[in-house]
């Protein structure tokens, strides 16, 4: 059902930041622009977003699909950042620094190993998007 919804969203949200999406006083709000302007760009789909009759329920709406469009674009740089420390733990597999428990100096500890620790952090952080940018 949202899907048709999601395809032109992008292209409606570039309409507004180049300044070419035109706000008239006869729409009474944010709301019926946007729900009039899907009508125009894809046609009846676009009526079901006029099935959330609250403004609050509407307002949850937008915010979702803005959440789910801004979710793939945090995976694609959380994807970018773990494969940074991939190619940075290859480059360091000698390199050795001062390691840290609780802020004192420690042992040395590998910076290839430190490097992928990162990585691994960041995996369950990926599924948890991954899973938002999925669901309906």
């Not at 959380?78 to 733990?89: D, H, N, P, R, Y």
């Amino acid at each position: 059902m949202l899907k048709p919804l999601y395809g032109d969203w992008s292209r409606f949200l570039q309409e507004i930041e180049a300044g070419q999406f035109e706000f008239t006083v006869q729409l009474e709000d944010i709301h019926t622009h946007i729900e009039h302007r899907l009508i125009e760009l894809i046609g009846e789909p676009g009526r079901k977003l006029h099935t959330a009759e609250a403004v609050m329920i509407r307002l949850a709406l937008d915010f979702r699909l803005y959440l789910r469009h801004a979710t793939d674009g945090i995976l694609c740089l959380l994807q970018e950042l773990q494969k940074t420390c991939v190619a940075l733990a290859e480059q360091h597999q000698e390199t050795l620094f001062p390691g840290y428990t609780h802020l004192p100096t420690g042992a040395t500890d590998c910076l290839r190993h430190h490097l992928l620790a990162y990585y691994e952090m960041f995996q369950p952080r990926q599924s948890t998007l991954d899973g938002m940018s999925h669901t309906d």
